[in-house]
């Protein structure tokens, strides 16, 4: 009994004052921004209205990061497009300036980007997209919603669907258990392809809950775990005087 009271009291007041640790993801890219320090973000890099330029492999990178396209393909490897969109290009268009797309994702071949850290990252997230048309020349200004799946190191799958048309959706992970030193992003429909924009990278540490600002609910724990413990020491000490 008295080890009973002892434990429920030390469990008590352990749950009102731990601090949360592990792994969190978002959707959105204010949550995100908030719950991190030393932001960098890679905006794609400058393009000029209305052109595009194919990129090989290991030419797309900035501070910490590199971002390569991958895939199953006659072409090997398979570059990256670099776009910003003009009159000619309404396809491009995502209101965001420059992007960063692979190439198309066929019937018959593999399509994925690969973000990379050189140095591992406890923080990133990046906006996506689907670019390309389900059918050819038809509801591609710039793209109805496609599967996309986000295979980041050392997390499950993530099996997502992307928001039609404009604007880029967003996806980013924070983590205190754990740093990633790459993600894969892959196009599941035909005819697509992959959609990249404002890549950024940080850092997450869980901050200690101010003790000033405590809730009447953790206040109210914190004196139950007192009382509990305070009782199991009476008791305690009573069955030590008794059997002595």
């Known amino acids: 009994m008295n080890h009973t009271l002892l434990t429920a009291g030390l469990l008590a007041v352990a749950a009102a004052s731990q601090a949360f640790a592990g792994t969190l993801t978002f959707t959105d890219r204010g949550t995100w921004i908030s719950q991190i320090t030393g932001l960098t973000n890679f905006d794609g890099g ?75 990252v406890s923080a990133f997230g990046f906006n996506y997209g689907a670019g390309g048309c389900q059918a050819y020349f038809a509801g591609c200004t710039p793209g109805a919603a496609a599967g996309v799946t986000i295979k980041p190191s050392g997390l499950a799958d993530v099996n997502i669907t992307t928001v039609a048309n404009a604007p880029l959706a967003f996806w980013g992970v924070v983590s205190d258990t754990q740093t990633f030193t790459f993600a894969d992003i ?59």
């Open 46 to 120: 400058t393009q000029a209205a209305g052109t595009s330029l194919s990129i090989a492999n290991g030419g797309l990178f900035s501070t910490n990061l590199q971002i390569n396209g991958y895939g199953i393909d006659i072409n090997s490897p398979l570059n990256l497009i670099r776009a910003n969109a003009g009159p000619s290009s309404t396809y491009y268009n995502w209101g965001t300036g420059t992007i960063i797309t692979t190439q198309d994702k066929t019937a018959v071949n593999t399509i994925f980007a690969r973000i990379s850290f050189p140095s591992p």
């Open 186 to 244: 892959y196009i599941a429909d035909t005819n697509r392809y992959i959609v990249l924009d404002d890549i950024a990278r940080g850092s997450f540490e869980v901050l200690p809950p101010p003790a000033e600002t405590a809730e009447p609910g953790t206040l109210l724990q914190l004196a139950m775990g007192a009382v509990i413990l305070a009782v199991a020491r009476r008791k305690f000490g009573s069955a030590q005087t008794q059997t002595a």
